[in-house]
C-alpha cells in the first residue's frame, strides 16, 4: 500500500501507526487486531474500498505470527480479504484468498476434526460455492454446496441442538434445489417440499429468526416456478396451494411489520 496514493488523511495518518507496530513482536496482535477491527468500521461506515486496503495488512500481520492459533487466524484474515475483493476487484482475486483458507481448514480437519474447524471448513465451502456462482460454474458450485451440506449434516448428528449448523445447512439445500435444472424436476420437487415442510415446522420454535423466512420464500417461490413450467394440470391444485401460503406469509410480514411501525 502507498500511503501517499490515498484520498484520506485520515485512513493514510492512521495507518502510518501500524507500521511501527509491526517491528515489536509483541505487538502484531495487538495491530493484526486493530487493523481486522478497522476494516470493519470503515466498511460499515461505506468505505469499501479503504477496507478493502486496510484488509490487505490485516492479512500481512497474520502471515507473519507464528503461534497455536495462527491457522484460524489467517482463515479469518483470508476470509475477510476474500470477502472485500468480491466486492470491488476481481471474482479470481476473491477465490484465491477464499482458496488458500478452504487448503488451510482441511488440513487442519484431517489431524483435529474438532466442532469449531468443521463448522468453518463448512461456512468456507459455501463462500466458494458462491464465488463460483457468480462465475456462472454450476459444476463446482454444486460440488462445494453438497460438500458443505454433507459437514453440516455431521456436525447436526453430534451436535442437534445448535441452531446456526442447521440453518445453514436448510439455506444451501434450499439454494441447491433453486439450482438443480438437470436433476429429475419430480424427485427435486418432493425433496424441495419434505425441506420447506421441515423450515415451517423449525420457523415455529424460532419465529424471531429472520433467515427462516428468507429460505421459506426462496422455496416456495421456486415451488411456484418448478410448478408453472411443468404446465401439467395434475399440479395445478398444489401450486394453487404454495401460492396460498406464500401469500398468507407474506401478509403475516405486512402485518407485523405496520404494528411495528405503530
Known amino acids: 500500500i502507498v500511503f501517499g496514493d490515498w484520498s484520506s488523511d485520515v485512513c493514510s495518518s492512521d495507518l502510518r501507526v501500524f507500521q511501527g507496530l509491526l517491528k515489536t513482536a509483541n505487538l502484531k496482535h495487538f495491530a493484526m487486531y486493530m487493523l481486522r477491527d478497522y476494516a470493519s468500521d470503515l466498511s460499515a461506515a461505506g468505505y469499501t474500498k479503504m477496507a478493502y486496503y486496510v484488509s490487505k495488512w490485516y492479512v500481512h500481520v497474520a502471515e507473519q505470527l507464528r503461534d497455536e492459533d495462527q491457522v484460524h487466524i489467517l482463515v479469518s484474515a483470508y476470509n475477510q480479504m476474500s470477502y472485500y475483493s468480491l466486492l470491488l476487484t476481481t471474482q479470481e482475486e476473491s477465490l484465491h484468498y477464499a482458496s488458500k483458507a478452504h487448503n488451510m481448514l482441511e488440513e487442519l480437519c484431517k489431524k ?49 441442538h445448535q441452531v446456526d449448523v442447521r440453518i445453514a445447512r436448510m439455506n444451501q439445500e434450499a439454494i441447491v434445489f433453486d439450482h438443480s435444472t438437470s436433476m429429475n424436476q419430480k424427485l427435486v420437487l418432493k425433496r424441495a417440499k419434505q425441506l420447506l415442510e421441515e423450515v415451517t415446522s423449525f420457523s415455529k420454535d424460532h419465529p ?48 407485523k411489520e405496520c404494528r411495528s411501525r405503530w
Open 208 to 255: 424471531e429468526n429472520i433467515s427462516l423466512t428468507v429460505i421459506r420464500i426462496r422455496l416456495m417461490r421456486d415451488q411456484v416456478n418448478r410448478l408453472v413450467s411443468n404446465q401439467d394440470s395434475r399440479y395445478e391444485s398444489e401450486m394453487i396451494a404454495v401460492l396460498e401460503v406464500s401469500k398468507r406469509s407474506e401478509e403475516r410480514r405486512v402485518g
Open 112 to 160: 483435529e476434526p474438532t466442532p469449531t474447524a468443521l463448522y468453518e471448513l463448512a461456512q468456507i465451502k459455501t463462500s466458494m460455492a458462491d464465488i463460483f456462482m457468480k462465475q456462472r460454474n454450476r459444476e463446482q458450485e454444486l460440488q462445494f454446496r453438497e460438500e458443505a451440506i454433507g459437514l453440516f449434516k455431521g456436525l447436526e448428528s453430534e451436535h442437534p
